[in-house]
């Protein structure tokens, strides 16, 4: 594709709520990151995969954040039982292999909790 | 992971030139320095990398001391539309790794 793809573009739910966000990378990158992003703030590393290997999830908060890439391309964020706390910008990225690739980063889910 | 110390904002006027600093002392051999910009709304998007001395592209260039312990983004001759925040990366390299983004330098360009 053009570009990472990320949907859906904006997501509201209510507090306890499970809610899954969808990363599309681009096609053929081997690598791909979940990030999330305060207001005003850097990116936050969630965690990241190389093919359908999940390498490092040491970002995640707590045991409601999981997330899977199971062939190696689409990957899925879910937030279980979500909580107001988790409203944030919720940025994807892939890169095209292991080594000194640059990030390519999609426009990111608003997730809104209320 | 190397520690990364950048301003936490700059000021600027139209045609300038933008020289912006990283600290990253504890750099490791291994280690390249990455620079990413990002606009309101949108996901950071990469400018430059290099590993040492000079790098340069259309958009910047890149300034890194023999010691490695930090490095300087150059704007050539800003516009409005280089206002933004920009991150300075360290590690090795930008793909297949934990990356991890700092709080970025925040660049206003007045006219």
């Known amino acids: 594709g053009a570009g990472v793809s990320q949907s859906p573009r904006y997501k509201v739910t209510k507090r306890g709520q499970d809610v899954a966000l969808r990363c599309d990378p681009i096609?053929?990158?081997?690598?791909l990151y979940w990030y999330r992003q305060a207001l005003g703030q850097g990116p936050e590393f969630l965690t990241y995969f190389n093919y359908e290997a999940q390498q490092d999830k040491s970002g995640l908060p707590n045991d409601r954040f999981s997330a899977e890439r199971p062939e190696g391309s689409i990957s899925t964020l879910t937030i279980q039982r979500t909580e107001q706390r988790d409203s944030a910008m919720y940025r994807c990225a892939s890169s095209s292999d292991r080594g000194n690739s640059p990030l390519h980063f999609g426009n990111g889910t608003r997730l809104t909790v209320t | 992971l190397a520690k990364t110390t950048q301003p936490i904002s700059m000021d600027s006027y139209e045609g300038q030139e933008v020289n912006i600093t990283c600290s990253h002392n504890?750099?490791?051999?291994?280690?390249?320095i990455t620079w990413y910009q990002q606009f309101p709304s949108q996901g950071p998007r990469f400018i430059i990398q290099g590993y040492k001395t000079k790098v340069t592209n259309e958009v910047a260039s890149l300034f890194i001391p023999a010691d490695r312990k930090s490095s300087t983004l150059s704007l050539p001759r800003v516009s409005l539309s280089d206002t933004a925040v920009y991150y300075c990366l360290v590690g090795e390299g930008t793909g297949g790794f934990k990356t991890i983004f700092g709080a970025g330098t925040r660049l206003f360009v007045k006219a």
């Open positions: 096609s053929g990158h081997v690598s």
């Open positions: 504890n750099i490791a051999t291994n280690d390249y």
